[in-house]
């Protein structure tokens, strides 16, 4: 592995080898070292972070490099993947496709990426970070550029099938590209990964917001391939400047498993909480477009702007969310449990849900997609470093294995989630309509917020436990100075 300053030692380096790194190695530049006997576990993501106050704060040249790289492919798959919700839908019914047959298409991209992530989580080391970020971009612009000529197939069934297909395809090579991204970039910044997941959130709600009214203007001005063509070009035009910049990564392979780190109450938690996000994010696509075209009667470029209520707060808002869940590590919890529920609340006023007999209104609709975009990020920044740090505690070696199962693993539970929400969600909205369909959805949310909250206050009363002979020594101390003895 490349050394550079806010990235840990490679597997297996002894403490003399290297003065700069983490974890149970001494930390060179800060002047602290650890005692031999300090384990992994013992020493906490939340440590890391009071030592990375004392480092410094620029960043490296290949930091920067590797922010670029990873800032260019959520952009570019976001705009690739969110340029369907405007138009496809309608685009598939004259092709003869049911509701519950487009969300299973939207779903299949998910179900795909669910497969492929464990495998590529799991195989990490072993392939190589880079040659997996760099194919798994070469597929996605590939396939993405097919997906234009889909509009030539025949009706019915063969239509139907090339679109499996193509989606399929598309998912191998983004969860080969993302799981290798998100690996590289918490290898980076071992010390503020929610700060920088944050920042880079920026350009995955940029990708989410420009995707929908870029797609339906290409699609209204150029007809359905230009949109595919011309965005699947551009990832594929990104590929020379992602070879260029990114680093080497080696790396030794270590035995920890995918099963090992999901049986820990909290990491399982979270991935709750990352299914919940990811299915309600999902079941937008193929079910919000068509009502908000039949409910309120908006031309189609008009419902890519619809999109924006959602991705713009999401994006805004995750670099504070990001800063705030580095440098207070103790609101994680909160925001994660606050984000579930507002999450929930959004999506029961959504349609609104008819037990609640008020009357759809286009600015209660997009207010609740403002409120719902801040409430994802809520959910969706602290996860990562929750995570790490909960795998450290219980024993596991750092360095880029982890850091692949990890993000294997959490990739799989939001591709999961998004396989779920689209393809629940429109068979749902076929069989209720939107409005009980969405208040179903915020359903998942809920569960995930009352587990989390459960989880946290456990959690909160055995520390509590754990601690009585602290203070009671601490209370006798007291007494003893106060009568002089």
């Known amino acids: 592995m490349e050394s550079y300053q806010a990235v840990g030692p490679p597997d297996g380096e002894s403490p003399g080898e290297r003065g700069q790194s983490y974890g149970r190695h001494s930390w060179g530049q800060s002047g602290i070292t650890s005692s031999p006997a300090l384990s992994t576990s013992s020493i906490t993501y939340n440590d890391r972070l009071q030592v990375a106050n004392e480092e410094p704060k620029r960043l490296s040249r290949e930091q920067m490099f590797i922010m670029v790289s990873t800032a260019s492919l959520n952009f570019s798959s976001m705009v690739c993947y969110s340029i369907l919700g405007p138009f496809f839908p309608r685009e598939a019914e004259k092709k003869g496709v049911s509701s519950t047959i487009v969300g299973f298409i939207f779903g299949c991209f998910a179900l795909f990426n669910f497969l492929t992530s464990l495998i590529m989580g799991k195989y990490l080391v072993q392939i190589g970070a880079k040659f997996m970020f760099i194919a798994g971009m070469f597929v996605s612009g590939c396939v993405t550029i097919l997906f234009g000529f889909l509009d030539k197939a025949p009706d019915g069934p063969i239509f139907i099938g090339l679109c499996f297909l193509v989606r399929a395809m598309d998912a ?9 991204s998100f690996s590289i970039l918490i290898n980076a910044f071992p010390q503020n990964v929610a700060t920088v997941m944050g920042i880079l959130e920026i350009f995955t709600g940029l990708g989410l917001v420009l995707g929908p009214p870029i797609g339906g203007f290409l699609y209204q001005s150029f007809g359905y391939e230009i949109p595919f063509i011309a965005l699947g070009s551009v990832m594929l035009l990104m590929m020379p400047l992602n070879m260029f910049i990114l680093p080497n990564y080696n790396s030794i392979p270590k035995k920890d498993s995918f099963l090992k780190l999901i049986v820990l109450p909290k990491v399982a938690i979270l991935c709750l909480n990352i299914f919940g996000l990811s299915s309600s994010i999902a079941f937008l696509d193929p079910t919000m477009s068509l009502f908000v075209l039949e409910k309120f009667k ?15 707060p999401y994006s805004l808002s995750s670099p504070l969310l990001g800063f705030l869940s580095d440098k207070k590590p103790r609101l994680r919890k909160w925001l994660l449990i606050i984000g579930a529920f507002l999450t929930t609340l959004c999506y029961i006023f959504l349609g609104p849900a008819p037990i609640l007999h008020i009357e759809s209104q286009l600015w209660l609709f997009i207010l609740m997609l403002v409120l719902n975009g801040f409430a994802l990020a809520m959910t969706a920044i602290p996860i990562y470093p929750e995570a790490i740090n909960c795998a450290y505690e219980n024993g596991f070696e750092e360095g880029l294995s982890l850091l692949g199962l990890v993000s294997g693993l959490f990739g799989a539970l939001w591709a999961l989630g998004s396989f779920v929400g689209p393809t629940l969600g429109g068979f749902l909205n076929e069989k209720l309509g939107f409005e009980w369909s969405a208040a179903i959805q915020g359903g998942f949310t809920l569960l995930s917020g009352l587990a989390t909250a459960i989880y946290y206050t456990y959690e909160a009363i055995q520390r509590k436990r754990s601690r009585p002979g602290i203070h009671l020594g601490s209370e006798q101390e007291r007494t003893l100075l106060l009568n002089g003895t």
């Open 172 to 180: 191998i090579g983004f969860a080969a590209a993302a799981t290798a």
């Open 298 to 312: 908006l031309p189609a470029g008009y419902v890519g702007l619809v999109f924006l209520a959602l991705a713009l």
